[in-house]
């Protein structure tokens, strides 16, 4: 076994310190954020707490969470995140697909239209009169349908499908299946990594995502919790209605950013760990393979 030498352990000194050093510096806000979200309101306001909380306080949770609206609007959001996301990857990975293949005719002009869309938009107005017009207001698919297909999602997939060997299809082709066998069976299952690459990439997308409902929306039974918690923030809802005291709505104020950052982060951070593996093996697609 060849010892590393003194300057290649220097280097991975070095390179461990400022690693968690950046590790450190991504982890404060949240840590802070988290300590804010049970702090009490004296403490938040004087700039007393940093990464433990001061004052403990569970009042803005406990507000939030005997609110029915809350898991109402939390249900929301589970519900058209996983169709948002499985209607998304359903598009985008047939889209894909077909750019992939340099035989098609038109593959071009179907590339152009699809980058044409990263940078030219139909606005606002006229999309919220499509939206209305084709039916789709106060539905899913008023979130689900125009944000299906992202672009740079699209072109990523796209170039994992070009690396695959054509002759794994072109043998299935001969033992006959079609192009749809071919995708589910042999194409996918080879695919894991940038599927759930792109599973993580739309979940985390749509569930963060507000403007839409809150565009779309017009019924507060209809809304995700992120509109809910925007409007807790705003002053729209949230303690007034949950007939809190004026000593609770003042802690309410003082840190109902914190639990929201909370209370919207804390399911995806759940979720990552288990596609976090597909997930450093989808974002090295460029990478060299052996």
Not at 14 to 19: E, F, Q, S, T
Not at 200 to 226: H, K
Not at 239 to 253: C, D, F, P, S, W
Request: hydrophobic share 50%; with cysteine; net charge positive.
């Amino acid at each position: 076994m060849v010892r590393p030498s003194r300057s290649y352990r220097v280097f991975q000194g070095v390179n461990g310190v400022i690693l968690s050093l950046v590790v450190l510096v991504t982890l404060y806000p949240f840590v802070n954020i988290v300590a804010r979200s049970f702090s009490g309101e004296r403490q938040i306001r004087s700039g007393e707490v940093t990464l433990w909380p001061k004052g403990f306080n569970l009042t803005t949770y406990e507000i939030v969470f005997q609110d029915a609206m809350f898991w109402r609007n939390y249900g929301n959001t589970v519900l058209y995140t996983v169709v948002s996301t499985a209607v998304a990857m359903v598009l985008t990975t047939c889209y894909a697909y077909v750019l992939s293949k340099k035989h098609i005719k038109g593959r071009g002009l179907l590339v152009g239209i699809a980058v044409f869309t990263m940078f030219f938009t139909g606005g606002l107005i006229p999309n919220y009169v499509l939206i209305t017009s084709l039916g789709m207001k106060n539905t899913i698919w008023a979130l689900a349908v125009p944000n299906a297909i992202s672009v740079f999602n699209l072109l990523v997939m796209k170039a994992f499908f070009e690396n695959l060997p054509t002759e794994l299809e072109e043998a299935a082709q001969i033992d006959g299946l079609s192009t749809y066998g071919i995708l589910l069976r042999i194409v996918l299952p080879l695919s894991k990594a940038v599927v759930a690459t792109m599973v993580l990439f739309y979940s985390v997308s749509f569930w963060n995502s507000w403007f839409g409902a809150f565009l779309y929306m017009d019924r507060s039974e209809l809304m995700p919790v992120t509109v809910y918690l925007r409007n807790l923030i705003a002053g729209a809802t949230g303690g007034g209605n949950a007939g809190a005291t004026t000593e609770q709505l003042t802690q309410v104020a003082a840190n109902i950013q914190a639990v929201t950052i909370v209370l919207t982060a804390l399911p995806i951070l759940c979720v990552y760990p288990f596609i976090q593996r597909y997930f450093v093996s989808g974002v090295m697609l460029g990478a060299v393979k052996g």
